[in-house]
């Protein structure tokens, strides 16, 4: 008989830059999301959970001019022509859903958003297309209580999710400090100002001589390239570098260096007077510079946000790729930005708010011991004879009335060292075994897994004898035995 | 001077068919889940979750061969050229990734799944273009053990969340049975088979006259439109119409009835003996015909899938939007489908599963009282002295550390009206207020805001003088005041 031509199979593969989440990776991401909206709800901020296709229009990221637009969204065209996307972060869905709604919502309003955002973005190595974001915003709150109150709830949810107290530090800095510090320069020219919140923007990577050479001649490259400088001289750049290393432990003396970095800047000084704000509210909170610190050295989104400037750094140390120890760093950042709903009505309404990077957060999380330690494998009860299932499932009906977790070996039951190859790839703690002797004798074999693998890897004979794994009781104890070996390996 | 020229506002809008959750809806249906998620892991499935974009090939949902396909999904080409598609449901993913996965997957794989799925669809009212699903399945478990498992499960989730037993009903039904009906009534003829299948569908709506109608010469509408019959003689009918009433509060008498129905088709004595196992599988475990019953006038999803076929009832009543008392219906559905991943791999995998209408049973849980009921407002402290932010935080940090929920006014403190209309927007229990006076004396006025609204509402001017809704007490004693009075309300 001649062979049917077949249609090609689909590959059955996520599409590139996507992947799957299986078992904890999805649990401990819930868990963790779960007790910051904890947090988060009990400083009064609400949940929101905004649709994840937005007009093209509302999201205002490219205009529909071209074909096929990938300008770092997925888009396509609805039945009316009209173009969708899928969000790429939660702050833009914010601006419109605020826009939409505001005449129904609380003025100032606070909310919190998880969930998935997807970028059209070349993947790369631990670079998704989809991935999660954190957000919790102030909108409507033209005052720096708002932003300090971000700054404490964010000490609060690290705590609460592991990161103990000393092991994280939140830096704050002001946007408006720099535009003082940059006015007390003279610089007027425009495309020089940005050059110089480029050249800051690298004070974490090349430091402070780093810096001063970016912001005079240049600098050579550690891979030997020459990197062209702004062309400031030793004292015109003077400013820029005292700005960066004006922190202090105590708020009081960073504030002067601050003052004296602005000269007589009004903008300046607006700055450096609302960091002295937040500095005293937080400390009549009773959050020290343990905890939240005036720092002008963080520089991440100083081109961006318009006031206070927030980020989280974990500050215990973990071991690079090479070995190396460094800081764990940051896992979080926000910070006050201006007019969040102009686009849509026209008005100005300022707003302050932090991003939580989710899987870094994870990352320490792990790191530190606090999740990822055992899975919780289930009781697996095995089938010896296919015709008394009734039997084995009322066995993990009873094992789940006691609170445990449990299964009964749904597979082919013909082999029974595929079923304690099963149990074993569940990471099963304990498996049942009740073959009809042992229904006979009114009987079942409990095998303690963890001390049988244990045993398997490094016990002697005379160790193994000593040691059964395995246990018979009668029928009616099989409960109290199974939860006796789960509380000895916890 | 002239007026200059704006561009226009882009529309704060979702696009059409999409929608925003706020607050109770959103934590709501998570706790919802998350309870769900709890009694699957206890049943040893594992959490997925998949990529929200699949490949257009992987869905198999439409080939790409028109410029922008339409056909359900929402699909776009990535840079390469190849389509990509937000999933439509949680079990073509499953498929996926059970395919892709496989090696490293336990065999039989139990998975659980919650997330939004996508949909081109005309929206409606109530029908949205994206929406949650919550599925849980069991691939590579031929026994029908797995399906009586998944039926348990359904039965102990219900309750679980919320569904007091003797509120809901399990049916099972099978569509081997079906198909042994078909057989023995001798109808080769495809077509007039889709033909009885169709009109069985229509049990529900038409009951059995209207089945005995529509299976014969045709039947007049309720709208006075005439639809034309099948076309058999009332004898030919007879099997379909005894199937589909063959259930009786007893297993065995059904099954009696059943196999009455089926003759000597050996694929429909296959389906009885199913039904009968399941049967005696779920009484093994206690759950009797009061949760989980064998019934044949189940018809919903026949036309899929090819083995048992459940489904989850309410069984209390509402009122419908005509006031007419009803069932409040179905809140899940599942089946046994086979060949999950043959498309992918070739070869053939059953799969068993349960799908949970999210929305349908949220709104249930609103019905029955169990969610919805008392929004947790915040415990608003307001604003009378600006300057003094730092006093205010101080209160609203110690009412947080004993675990309330409790906000600032962060709005403009000018006028004090608006601050108590925002508390009223919050749906705050109480509101604190410490004024200068206040301050010098070392007190705080706490207003009991619900006690409040209430005298507002209906008290007479004595009842308003003798039931003080404001209290004034030591700045100290401000924790143990407010929560006196929120135990009040409980």
């Known amino acids: 008989m001649a062979k049917q031509k077949k249609a090609p199979r689909p590959k059955a593969q996520t599409p590139k830059g996507f992947r799957d989440y299986f078992g904890p990776e999805v649990t ?17 901020f609400d949940a929101l959970e905004s649709s994840g296709v937005e007009t093209v229009e509302a999201l205002g990221k490219f205009l529909p001019d071209v074909d096929r637009p990938n300008e770092g969204v997925f888009a396509w065209q609805d039945e009316d022509d009209s173009w969708m996307a899928l969000r790429y972060d939660l702050t833009a869905p914010l601006a ?26 070349k993947p790369g190595p631990g670079r998704y297309r989809q991935f999660y974001q954190c957000d919790a ?16 709830m964010l000490a609060d949810t690290l705590e609460k999710v592991g990161i103990p107290r000393g092991d994280y530090l939140i830096r704050v800095n002001n946007r408006k400090v720099l535009n003082g510090v940059l ?8 495309s020089q100002r940005d050059a110089v919140l480029r050249t800051i923007d690298k004070f974490d990577k090349v430091g402070e001589a780093g810096v001063r050479e970016l912001l005079g001649k240049g600098r050579l490259d550690a891979s030997g390239a020459y990197i062209d400088g702004v062309g400031l001289s030793d004292e015109q750049a003077e400013p820029v570098v005292a700005f960066l290393t004006s922190g202090r432990l105590e708020a009081a003396e960073t504030l002067a260096n601050l003052r004296a970095a602005i000269g007589a800047s009004k903008v300046g000084e607006e700055g450096v007077s609302e960091l002295e704000q937040i500095a005293k509210l937080l400390a009549a909170q009773g959050y020290g510079p343990d905890r939240i610190i005036i720092d002008p050295s963080v520089v991440r989104g100083l081109g961006y946000y318009t006031g206070p400037v927030f980020e989280a750094e974990l500050t215990f140390e973990i071991l690079d790729e090479k070995g190396r120890k460094r800081q764990f760093g940051s896992v979080a950042g926000g910070g006050r930005y201006d007019d969040l709903v102009k686009r849509f009505t026209g008005q100005a ?19 530190k011991g606090r999740i990822g330690g055992s899975v919780e494998g289930p009781v697996v009860v095995t089938v010896m004879d296919r015709d008394r299932m009734g039997d084995y499932q009322a066995m993990v009906a009873e094992l789940r009335q006691a609170g445990l977790r449990a299964e009964v070996y749904l597979g082919n039951p013909k082999n029974f060292g595929n079923q304690l190859k099963y149990a074993d790839k569940r990471q099963s703690p304990v498996a049942v075994i009740e ?21 398997a890897e490094d016990a002697s004979l005379e160790e193994w004898k000593d ?5 018979e009781v009668p029928r009616d104890q099989l409960v109290a035995k199974v939860q006796e070996i789960l509380d000895l390996h916890k």
Request: glycine fraction near 10%.
């Open 28 to 44: 401990e991401r819930a868990e963790m999301l779960n007790t910051i909206a904890g947090v988060y709800h009990q400083y009064g």
């Open 96 to 121: 419109r859903v605020y826009a939409q709604h505001r005449n129904d919502l609380p003025l100032p309003y606070r909310r919190y958003a998880m969930g998935p955002v997807w970028r059209n973005e």
């Open 137 to 152: 915003d102030t909108v409507g709150a033209g005052s720096v209580a708002a932003d300090a109150e971000i700054c404490a």
């Open 183 to 190: 006015e007390c320069m003279g610089l007027d020219d425009d």
């Open 349 to 367: 309404v300022p707003a302050t708010g932090v991003s939580i990077g989710v899987d870094r957060l994870l990352a320490a999380l792990r790191e």
């Open 435 to 455: 073959g009809g002797d042992e229904k006979d004798r009114g009987v079942v074999q409990i095998k303690d897994l963890i001390l049988g693998a244990k045993l």
């Open 467 to 471: 040691h059964p794994s395995q246990y």
